[in-house]
């Protein structure tokens, strides 16, 4: 088993989804990124997902404060937000940019037909489990009909399966959250937004659901107490930056 050394855990922990998620597919990873914080470069995806975002922030920014938006308002949201941090190089990077200008330019032509002022964009939450704390940001949230919210979720990766989408951890954490931010009110539905082929699948989650992630948050925060970090190994080492460390990756050592 693999301990963690020189690092202690505070008996309050702070989770966001990303290291729950971080956890749950390979605890080691967890530990890497976020005990002994081991920076790794940035990547492409994350970093491409992380300006349209911000774009849509800003664009929707705009929009609460009834400014006058069009098509050309979200670009050049979206050249002043650009990062060329990540890419492989300059035709990477420029192919990644394309990409999002024509995937805004779309979202754009749906926003058109259905203009829709948000309650919030990238509200930030904050709710214990007794001594865990979990926090995030959700990218939008709608009024929806009589005392009911909508909560919105961008993504610039490929579409999810509806069983998919009814399992997603992030937005049942979201579900746990709206309990603290918006008590008193219902969700009425959990949307994702997929940029890339401007696709919607919306979700829900029972009370069943909410109860059991908050189990799931509660166990998981209980393995990292117990400094639990064995590595998993599976399709995600494909893409993890620390196999170069990982003794699940090194060759055998022969006498």
């Not at 956890?23 to 349209?52: D, E, N």
């Not at 990062?83 to 990477?92: A, I, S």
Request: net charge positive; hydrophobic share 30%; glycine share 4%.
């Amino acid at each position: 088993m693999v301990k963690a050394e020189n690092n202690t855990l505070d008996d309050k922990i702070k989770l966001s989804f990303t290291q729950l998620d971080n956890y749950l597919t390979c605890p080691l990873l967890y530990k890497l990124r976020y005990v002994l914080k081991i920076k790794t470069p940035k990547a492409a995806a994350p970093s491409f997902g992380q300006v349209v975002h911000e774009t849509l922030q800003h664009f929707y920014e705009l929009v609460l404060q009834k400014k006058k938006v069009d098509k050309n308002t979200l670009l050049e949201k979206y050249e002043y937000s650009w990062k060329p941090d990540g890419y492989k190089d300059k035709m990477d990077e420029l192919s990644y940019k394309r990409k999002g200008e024509e995937q805004l330019s779309n979202y754009y032509d749906r926003y058109e037909k259905f203009p829709t002022t948000p309650l919030f964009v990238e509200k930030k939450f904050i709710f214990s489990l007794g001594d865990i704390r979990i926090s995030g940001k959700i990218d939008r949230i709608d009024k929806a009909g009589g005392n009911k919210i909508n909560i919105i979720d961008y993504k610039t990766g490929n579409v999810k399966k509806q069983n998919e989408a009814n399992n997603d951890l992030q937005m049942s954490i979201y579900a746990a959250a709206s309990e603290t931010l918006f008590p008193g009110k219902e969700v009425g539905e959990f949307i994702f937004y997929f940029l890339k082929t401007n696709e919607v699948v919306k979700t829900e989650r029972t009370d069943k659901q909410i109860e059991e992630t908050k189990q799931l948050i509660t166990s998981t925060a209980e393995e990292i107490r117990d400094k639990n970090f064995d590595p998993v190994e599976g399709y995600h080492c494909k893409w993890c930056p620390y196999t170069w460390i990982c003794p699940a990756k090194q060759p055998l050592q022969t006498s």
